[in-house]
């Protein structure tokens, strides 16, 4: 079993920055692929920012190129998002996920953390 627990999460003004965590545990977590996801009120859930966690390489969704930055921290199985020049568009309950070594999608994802930009 693998749990996935974000942190991080506020309230900040348009322009603003804020740094999200997502701390990784679980017996035999080997993860593959570790991502970021959020979702707004009456939207779908969409995808943010992924990283190899192997490698390193990452990639981001257009909205957010730029200005958020994803980055893991090996040895303490921690990934994080960092989110520079906020917009009120950037509002949602941001989640963190992982894709296990040998597994074809993302097979867990913490409870969330909300993220609002006031204008």
């Known amino acids: 079993q693998v749990q996935l627990v974000e942190s991080g999460g506020g309230l900040v003004q348009a322009g603003g920055s804020l740094s999200l965590s997502c701390a990784a545990s679980?017996?035999?977590?080997?993860?593959?692929?570790m991502g970021w996801f959020r979702q707004a009120p009456g939207k779908e859930r969409e995808f943010v920012a992924e990283i190899y966690w192997s490698g390193g390489s990452t990639n981001y969704a257009d909205s957010v190129k730029g200005r958020f930055t994803i980055s893991r921290d090996i040895p303490k199985y921690t990934a994080y998002l960092q989110m520079n020049s906020l917009k009120p568009e950037d509002t949602a309950v941001y989640y963190c996920?992982?894709?296990?070594?040998?597994?074809?999608?993302?097979?867990?994802w913490g409870q969330g953390t909300q993220v609002t930009v006031s204008s």
């Open positions: 679980g017996r035999t977590f080997r993860p593959y692929v």
């Open positions: 996920t992982v894709r296990l070594a040998g597994t074809p999608a993302y097979n867990y």
